[in-house]
């Protein structure tokens, strides 16, 4: 029997007054962090170590998160070199009424760096 793949998303967040304008909507500036600091907590665990953030795709917003929304965000690893990750974050938005919408997803580049700031391999501190 073939069960279906459970994805358990990366982060978790509510969006709340303070993530939204005056219509209700989250900015994007708020989504933008949150998908900042899912894909960094997955590179900082795979290089065992501080990574920095070093290319964004475009992102597109498909539909609006809205205030009450839960979203979720779920990140799969593209490319593992030496010394940097590239993953797709994925954003979905779990609605008030239980539905689920798909937001945006886009690809991020990280590097593994050291105390100093200098790139490092993965692995290394």
């Given at each position: ?9 990366t ?67 593209l ?45 290394d501190?």
């Open positions: 029997m073939d069960r279906p793949e459970v994805r358990i998303p982060l978790r967040v509510r969006a709340l007054p303070t993530s939204t304008n005056a219509y209700g909507r989250v900015q994007a500036g708020w989504l933008m962090n949150q998908i900042d600091m899912a894909g960094s907590l997955d590179a900082e665990r795979l290089s065992r170590g501080p990574v920095t953030t070093v290319a964004v795709n475009t992102f597109q917003f498909a539909a609006p998160i809205l205030l009450g929304d839960v979203v979720d965000l779920y990140v799969e690893r490319r593992i070199g030496q010394k940097s990750i590239t993953l797709k974050i994925t954003v979905e938005a779990e609605r008030i009424d239980g539905s689920h919408e798909a937001i945006t997803e886009v690809v991020a580049t990280y590097v593994a760096v050291d105390c100093d700031g200098k790139s490092r391999l993965l692995g501190i």
